[in-house]
């Protein structure tokens, strides 16, 4: 005979640990697995170890889907705030670092500690390196052949995230059981990942690998301005990461290195004020130097600002303010923080997580076609999801 269980919840990252709180909660027998060794990987790496657990302005529009209305419910539901709570509850001490990102002051580890200890409490069965090899819809529910016998339960969690940082465990199977059961799933692509460059490009970026720059950032209609870092690769930082989710292969981005400063009036003025200073100096007074003086080389501007025409000095602008790139891909899924793309949520319940052509069995977290910004929105949105499925699992 199998062993049985109210709710299996496939998948021991953020959204699984919180569905199985929730769930245990209500009294429903739980059993939590994970194939991996050690369990909330992605929690213990974010943040440089300190976890950015959700963001203050958490907010729709901070999130991608070809559905954006579907991740409303579930956001309102359970907030920034309620995670906050919890946090507190467990004396975990916290700081905003910017943009309201909450980061914990120490480590990572703490988070997963305190959802341990919930997940403990909520007498919820947790087991890692279990393999599921099969699963099966019955009259009552579902059946799952794993490594460790045969199981069933009422109620199926898949939980499995995404492609991002395989090296941490990350692979298609939620996908896959999406398929199997008739739900269409959005081509997933890598996401908040940098952006690579081939030719003269690369050459610059290679060059000036390592300096970080305040900009902003343009993909067709959406712009984000935070810092951005040239690499031995190409572009990365936190401006590129954001675009990434937006960039589509083969469309260029729009980079404004110095987005307070109208870097032609400065020109303009310093050329009146100041005729003997060189272009690369000039320019090194609004720019970082090295960067000054590979914009001056590669538009081949030098010499003395009297010797520069107006026409000159708005193309040296453009190099600055609006400097034109189009990338020749990402880094892919080993540095991506998440995966754009998933499940459909056309074919979830956005107040329960269910699939509606398939009774019992939920989709939560990454595995979804809900990407959220850079800064504790993916976070939330496992927080957010988690809750909603485990309140009706």
């Given at each position: 005979m199998p062993h049985s269980f109210d709710v299996i919840i496939i998948g021991a990252g953020a959204a699984g640990l919180m569905c199985a709180i929730e769930a245990g909660k209500r009294g429903r027998k739980v059993w939590l697995i994970d194939h991996a060794t050690k369990i909330a990987e992605k929690i213990r790496i974010s943040g440089g170890g300190r976890c950015n657990f959700t963001n203050l302005h958490t907010r729709p529009q901070s999130y991608l889907s070809q559905n954006p209305h579907f991740c409303k419910s579930a956001l309102k539901r359970y907030t920034p705030q309620d995670f906050i709570a919890l946090v507190r509850k467990h004396d975990i001490a916290f700081h905003e670092k910017k943009l309201g990102q909450l980061f914990c002051d120490d480590s990572a580890k703490q988070i997963i500690a305190m959802l341990l200890a919930e997940v403990r409490a909520a007498g919820v069965q947790l087991e890692t390196e279990v393999q599921v090899q099969s699963i099966a819809a019955t009259a009552g529910g579902y059946q799952l052949q794993t490594n460790l016998g045969e199981y069933s339960c009422i109620s199926l969690v898949?939980?499995?995230?995404?492609?991002?940082?395989?090296?941490?465990?990350?692979?298609?199977?939620?996908?896959?059981?999406?398929?199997?059961?008739?739900?269409r799933v959005i081509p997933p692509r890598a996401a908040l990942v940098p952006l690579v460059f081939d030719g003269v490009l690369l050459a610059r970026c290679q060059a000036l690998s390592g300096l970080?720059?305040?900009?902003?950032?343009?993909?067709?209609?959406?712009?984000?301005?935070?810092?951005?870092?040239?690499?031995?690769?190409?572009?990365?930082?936190?401006?590129?990461l954001q675009i990434s989710s937006y960039w589509q292969e083969g469309e260029p981005i729009v980079i404004n290195l110095a987005p307070d400063i109208d870097v032609l009036a400065v020109l303009k003025a310093?050329?009146?004020?100041?005729?003997?200073?060189?272009?690369?100096?000039a320019l090194a007074e609004i720019v970082p130097k090295r960067l000054a003086h590979s914009i001056c080389e590669e538009q081949h501007s030098s010499g003395p600002l009297a010797n520069l025409s107006d026409n000159r000095l708005a193309t040296l602008t453009d190099?600055?303010?609006?400097?034109?790139?189009?990338?020749?891909?990402?880094?892919?899924?080993?540095?991506?923080?998440v995966t754009r793309g998933g499940v459909d949520t056309r074919a979830l319940s956005s107040q329960t997580m269910e699939a509606t052509s398939?009774?019992?069995?939920?989709?939560?977290?990454e595995v979804v076609d809900v990407t959220g910004h850079l800064g504790g929105f993916n976070f939330q949105w496992a927080w957010s999801s988690g809750y909603v499925a485990g309140q009706y699992v």
């Open positions: 898949i939980a499995t995230g995404g492609l991002s940082i395989p090296k941490i465990g990350a692979s298609p199977f939620g996908y896959k059981v999406a398929e199997r059961f008739g739900l970080s720059v305040e900009a902003e950032v343009r993909c067709g209609k959406q712009a984000f301005a935070e810092g951005l870092l040239f690499t031995h690769r190409g572009l990365s930082g936190p401006s590129i310093q050329k009146q004020s100041q005729p003997k200073l060189h272009i690369n100096n190099a600055v303010n609006a400097w034109h790139v189009t990338p020749v891909g990402t880094e892919g899924y080993r540095t991506a923080e398939q009774p019992g069995l939920f989709f939560i977290g």
